[in-house]
């Protein structure tokens, strides 16, 4: 066994003293302090350790004297030259949040190295947050090795050499590294010649990689390492490994992290201690020490726990104070049980377990001195309709009028419809204004609107046009409210309605939480009886003819087909058109004996409205669709759905087609086509193949594409999370939420005093925050 002598241990040690000499004695050079140092390496010179103990407590005089002692014990005949005073170094007084990274000792070069990252702030710097961690508590020695384990080692680099292989030209990179205790590996790089000039002779590094041991060889394959640097934050923890650029090294980071950490190790905490205990939450210093430099694993779950909730409470608090809506008092309804009861013996069939828990969420708002803001989801098919209509019924039981508001003119009329199949035999009055009618009908809708003739309107934006003027508006709903912008929802309720947002996009709760964090919500998770699930078959491109030889079958059968291919960029809207009629034309040789059309982007709304509605007629059996077919439009007859490309569909916007078909009584179902057959996407369309439950979809859909594509292409609004999960964090979300409101209802405007900090983070945070603006 080869030992290390004593010459080289004095030599390890004198290094860094001389650094610290050369610093200005600004206990600086090491992180964790000189003392830190001599712990680690001054065990065989308990001398130089008693010359230097108590270190940082000296004055800086006293400190060179001291090193200069210590040196000359060392061997160190020729100590550097003190250096000129040094400028006052940043205290906890004088360095805040907002404080420049450059005032901190980054060493050469370091501002520009952390503006490479996009920090320019000692706030940028905490909370640039690692992402990962090794365990390097005790890392072991070269001697226990097992031939294949993947391992991270430190060792001092004795040798190294560049080696071509004959055979292939491949350069290898290899150094003989040496522990410890003076076993020896050699550490080996594959085509990377650039890390000859990284490797010093005499410097430790620590490296990761997969071991193979051949006899008394042992070689190390390494994928990642970085040179310890004479510091104690690399080895002997839980190590942060942030993420970085080239130029920017592990110990760079880690070490201006620690000098940020030593100038303001108080950070204002924008929590006060009253929100904190309930919550077992830890303090903001205590969290932002320990998510860089964890003393242990529940130490750091601790810290994450602490940091995730601020994430989601202060974009809670975004949303909320927005929306302008966070404690707004509203009307006050007064709910009957024999007016439900009545309403539940009108209907021809039962309401699902779903549904009255829904009607019962809403009621109770409805019946609260606060305006209700509810988010009403359900899977396509959950009877969403029937729960608005019972709040429509219970306004106008009160002598109140509602409106219902949809997206287009086909949809507002089939609302229409259904609500007075439900309402209408109640004696509830329900009048209709899109602007397709003449003007004279408009005049007559809108003076009974006016004089109170009308209890609900369905209609289009034609709802908020200036010369709509309701009597006395008490309810509005509002049908897949993201295809309305924020100034026309705004308009319709200057009244200060009570609010009743429907979507047929089931997402995640957690989602729901973050993206609509204004409002309470109520989810329609049971489908009523009796209503077919739509049988669903993956299919290769290659097999597409038997797709369209299904489809012939079912049109033959007196049915309609669905055929939607994906949407191709607004800026390419000509090469859409060009597709879509490419695709039509090719159908059309296929299948000459059917009636065939084409829905593309570059219609207008009505060109759009008018289509739907001749397909609604049966006038035609196939559509051919590049855009997504509107939600909720029912084509009763059409019981087949085929999905080109489906691979190009998130899942949750390929559920949402599915329930195009089977609105009817009659057997559906989808064929998915996939132009991509690698195995993760085949994996993530028999998802689709496997289940028909939405929720299920979008809570899988979420988990393997993110929040960024949950929604297909609407991006807009997503949450920007730096530790939160949304597919794991619902629980952690509905707490800040809870406390977002709480914080809220006592201080609508965040002026109390001890809110102060808050606020002032929340305005810190605004850019980085993603959020919507719903009411």
């Not at 909730?309 to 104070?321: A, T």
């Not at 033959?556 to 060009?578: C, D, N, R, W, Y």
């Not at 007629?617 to 051919?624: I, S, T, W, Y």
Request: proline share 6%; charged share 30%.
């Amino acid at each position: 066994m080869v030992f290390v002598t004593r010459a080289e241990l004095a030599d390890r040690l004198r290094r860094p003293l001389r650094r610290e000499l050369a610093d200005g004695c600004q206990d600086r050079v090491v992180a964790g302090g000189l003392e830190r140092l001599l712990e680690n390496l001054a065990g065989p010179f308990p001398e130089v350790r008693r010359l230097l103990e108590g270190y940082r407590e000296l004055p800086l005089e006293e400190r060179a004297k001291r090193l200069e002692a210590a040196l000359a014990l060392l061997g160190d005949s020729a100590p550097p030259a003190r250096p000129a005073p040094a400028k006052p170094q940043p205290t906890p007084e004088t360095v805040g949040l907002e404080t420049p990274v450059e005032t901190l000792p980054l060493g050469p070069g370091g501002k520009k190295k952390l503006a490479a990252l996009g920090v320019r702030t000692v706030r940028d710097l905490l909370h640039y947050y690692p992402r990962r961690y090794e365990d390097r508590r005790a890392l072991p020695g070269f001697r226990l090795l097992s031939d294949g384990e993947k391992v991270t080692v430190t060792g001092r680099v004795l040798r190294k050499e560049l080696v071509r292989t004959p055979k292939k030209g491949m350069q290898l990179v290899q150094a003989v590294l040496e522990d410890r205790w003076g076993w020896k590996l050699t550490a080996v790089w594959f085509n990377q010649p650039w890390v000859m000039k990284q490797l010093k002779e005499g410097a430790r590094i620590i490296a990761t990689g997969r071991v193979q041991r051949r006899g008394r060889y042992t070689t190390l394959a390494v994928e990642y390492f970085e040179d310890e640097e004479g510091e104690s934050l690399s080895t002997g923890r839980i190590t942060p490994v942030y993420p970085s650029k080239e130029g920017v090294s592990q110990a760079f980071l880690r070490r201006s992290v620690w000098r940020a950490l030593e100038a303001l190790p108080q950070p204002p905490d924008p929590l006060p201690e009253a929100y904190r205990a309930p919550r077992d939450l830890v303090d903001l210093p205590y969290a932002l020490r320990q998510v860089h430099f964890p003393d242990d694993e529940a130490a750091l779950e601790r810290a994450l726990a602490r940091l995730r909730f601020d994430e989601y409470l202060f974009l809670e608090l975004r949303v909320m104070l927005q929306s302008g809506e966070s404690a707004l008092v509203g009307r006050v309804f007064e709910v009957r049980e024999a007016d439900l009861r009545a309403f539940r013996e009108s209907l021809p069939f039962p309401l699902t377990g779903a549904q009255e828990r829904a009607i019962r969420e809403i009621t109770a708002d409805m019946a609260s001195d606060r305006q209700m803001a509810r988010l009403l989801q359900g899977d396509v098919g959950s009877g969403k309709t029937v729960v608005a209509a019972a709040a429509l019924f219970v306004a106008a039981r009160n002598g109140a009028q509602s409106a219902l508001m949809a997206p287009t003119e086909i949809l507002a009329k089939q609302h229409f419809q259904n609500l007075s199949r439900y309402l209408w035999p109640l004696g509830v009055r329900v009048e209709l204004l899109v602007g397709a009618m003449s003007a004279a009908e408009k005049r007559e809708v809108l003076r009974r609107v006016r004089e109170g003739e009308v209890d609900v309107v369905v209609g289009t934006h034609a709802l908020i046009q200036e010369d709509v003027e309701f009597k006395d508006l008490g309810l509005a709903v509002i049908d897949e409210e993201h295809r309305f912008g924020v100034l026309q929802r705004r308009a319709l309720l200057k009244g200060r309605p009570d609010v009743l947002v429907m979507s047929a996009t089931p997402i995640p709760r957690s989602l729901a939480l973050t993206l609509y964090g204004d409002l309470e919500v109520s989810v329609l998770d049971e489908m009523p009886p009796g209503r077919k699930p739509v049988r669903t078959k993956l299919l290769p491109a290659k097999l597409r003819h038997q797709a369209y030889a299904f489809a012939r079958q079912e049109v033959q059968k007196g049915h309609q087909v669905f055929v939607v291919t994906p949407t191709i960029e607004e800026s390419e809207a000509m090469a859409e058109l060009q597709a879509a009629t490419r695709l039509a034309d090719e159908l059309r040789a296929l299948l000459p004996d059917v009636r065939i059309e084409i829905l593309h982007g570059r219609m207008s709304a009505a060109e759009k409205d008018a289509v739907m509605e001749r397909f609604r007629r049966q006038e035609f059996d196939l559509l051919v669709s590049t855009t997504v077919i509107e939600v909720g439009v029912d084509i009763p007859n059409a019981t087949l759905m085929v999905i080109e490309n489906a691979e190009r569909f998130g899942l949750a916007q390929l559920h949402q087609l599915r329930g195009r078909v089977g609105r009817g009584d009659r057997e559906a179902y989808c064929i998915l086509i996939a132009g991509d057959t690698s195995k993760r996407t085949m994996k993530r369309l028999k998802v689709i193949e496997e289940s028909t439950d939405g929720f299920y979809i979008a809570e899988k859909d979420l988990e393997l594409r993110g929040p960024g594509e949950l929604r297909g292409t609407r991006q807009s609004g997503l949450p920007d999370l730096k530790l939160g999960d949304l597919t794991k964090d619902t629980e952690l979300i509905e707490a800040a939420r809870a406390l977002a409101k709480e914080i809220l209802e006592r201080d609508p405007y965040l002026n109390a005093p001890e809110h102060a900090a808050l606020k002032r983070e929340l305005q810190l945070r605004a850019e980085a925050i993603g959020f919507r603006e719903v009411i």
